[in-house]
């Protein structure tokens, strides 16, 4: 299965500074027809795992535009530009390009 | 409005049955693959089984295969996962999601497994 590495674990975070969040997989998550199915998930204290983002780049519907998402290959990250209080949680990736779709272990936002 | 509705979730010895259900709205059930995911604190979050539109294919990660069943009833838009012979590493939250995106997600259910 492909392994999702996630960095930091924690993230202690100044409100209205940026955050960074690595993801890093043990395989190309490049498709046939150039297709890459990682998407990140946001979990809040005590709610369901939320979709922000997915193939690499695109924000859901909803999600304010300070979340972007980048990368290739097996390289991708999640940035905030400005963290906001209710950006506080966990935060996943999660790969649809080989089965089984797989997460990382992720990483917890926390206001410092 | 997309609605997923788990049930079924509870204290069980190892060793145990469960079978947990989830009531879909809002979407047309019947078009989509149907997953299972559950969340420990252990091991995060983790892909547990999916099922085909039809019910003809079904596939499961490899520590349940053999002792979980994945079904659907289309006319009742719900999905159903029969867990057998439960271990204490099944202790989770689990929850149903649609299709291949993983866009929506219900509130889960807790099953947990213990003596």
């Known amino acids: 299965d492909v392994v999702l590495t996630q960095s930091p674990l924690s993230l202690p975070v100044t409100l209205g500074q940026p955050a960074s969040l690595s993801c890093r997989s043990s395989?190309?998550?490049?498709?046939?027809?150039?297709?890459?199915?990682l998407s990140w998930f946001q979990q809040r204290p005590g709610q369901s795992p939320r979709r922000l983002i997915y193939?690499?780049?695109k924000r859901d519907s909803g999600v304010p535009d300070r979340f972007s998402g980048s990368g290739s290959g097996t390289d991708f990250t999640l940035k905030i530009s400005r963290v906001e209080a209710e950006d506080v949680g966990v935060y996943y990736c999660?790969?649809?390009?080989?089965?089984?779709?797989?997460f990382g272990q992720g990483t917890k936002v926390e206001i410092k | 409005e997309v609605q997923l509705v788990e049930s079924g979730g509870a204290l069980v010895q190892p060793g145990g049955s469960l079978r947990l259900s989830c009531a879909a709205s809002?979407?047309?059930?019947?078009?989509?693959?149907m997953n299972w995911v559950r969340q420990t604190p252990g091991k995060g979050l983790e892909w547990v089984a999916n099922i085909r539109q039809d019910g003809g294919e079904k596939y499961y990660v490899n520590s349940v295969r053999g002792r979980f069943t994945i079904s659907r009833d289309n006319a009742n838009n719900s999905l159903f996962l029969q867990m057998n012979s439960l271990r204490v590493d099944d202790t989770a939250v689990y929850y149903c999601v649609p299709g291949s995106a993983f866009d929506y997600w219900g509130r889960g259910t807790l099953v947990s497994v213990s003596a």
């Open positions: 193939n690499v780049s």
């Open positions: 809002g979407f047309s059930f019947s078009i989509y693959w």
């Open positions: 999660m790969q649809g390009t080989h089965w089984p779709q797989t």
């Open positions: 395989q190309s998550l490049v498709t046939g027809n150039g297709n890459t199915y």
